[in-house]
T-cell receptor
Framework: NAGVTQTPKFQVLKTGQSMTLQCAQD?????MSWYRQDPGMGLRLIHY???????DQGEVPNGYNVSRSTTEDFPLRLLSAAPSQTSVYFC????????????FGPGTRLTVL | AQSVTQLGSHVSVSEGALVLLRCNYS??????LFWYVQYPNQGLQLLLKYTSAATLVKGINGFEAEFKKSETSFHLTKPSAHMSDAAEYFC??????????????FGKGTTLSVSS
């Protein structure tokens, strides 16, 4: 199993550009989520999904869109990038029960100029 | 609302010394608690979790944590630090009130440095 994969690993954008961060998992997990990590802030939840076709907002959803058309994929879209979105983005997946371990991808380091 | 507080953003120990990383939580429902470790330029890896079974939880790499309801704490310990333990450690609580039930609320993290 590849686990949770994320592409790209690094990305530099200009303010106003759009892009999609890709996330895929091969563990047949129902639950997938996106977090951003900023220095001294820990990880904060952006969006999450409990299954194909179902998504919901987390703590910091503004400026991001998600969709879940398949169990395996959960892309994160930046509609119009802003310098405040410079961060490291992590995708995670797990079985739905709240006691289950979340498996994290290796992260995408995004810089918005 | 659930929250996590990690006391001390940076902890330094000598190799062979006791490691103690502090975590306090706030939760209106019985909590599920987790400790994750992040090595430089990597994702997060689960160290251990508490899910209402035994209050003393043993994890990987010799770490353990004790759930104390009366103190709302879940401190992480290791009897003898190794150089390879240098990393950032995150405490997290499962936001069980949500439909998903698995969204995690993270503390701000504690960076552990180990000197020889």
């Amino acid at each position: 199993n590849a686990g949770v994969t994320q592409t790209p690993k690094f990305q530099v954008l200009k303010t106003g550009q759009s892009m999609t961060l890709q996330c895929a998992q091969d563990m047949n997990h129902e639950y997938m989520s996106w977090y951003r990590q900023d220095p001294g802030m820990g990880l904060r939840l952006i969006h999450y999904s409990v299954g194909a076709g179902i998504t919901d907002q987390g703590e910091v959803p503004n400026g991001y869109n998600v969709s879940r058309s398949t169990t395996e994929d959960f892309p994160l879209r930046l509609l119009s990038a802003a310098p405040s979105q410079t961060s490291v983005y992590f995708c995670a997946s797990s079985y739905r029960d709240r006691g289950n371990e979340q498996f994290f991808g290796p992260g995408t380091r995004l810089t918005v100029l | 609302a659930q929250s996590v507080t990690q006391l001390g953003s940076h902890v330094s120990v000598s190799e062979g010394a006791l490691v103690l990383l502090r975590c306090n939580y706030s939760s209106s429902v019985p909590p599920y608690l987790f400790w994750y470790v992040q090595y430089p330029n990597q994702g997060l890896q689960l160290l251990l979790k508490y899910t209402s079974a035994a209050t003393l939880v043993k994890g990987i790499n010799g770490f353990e944590a004790e759930f104390k309801k009366s103190e709302t704490s879940f401190h992480l310990t290791k009897p003898s630090a190794h150089m390879s333990d240098a990393a950032e450690y995150f405490c997290a609580v499962s936001e069980g009130a949500r439909q998903a039930g698995t969204a995690l609320i993270f503390g701000k993290g504690t960076t552990l440095s180990v000197s020889s």
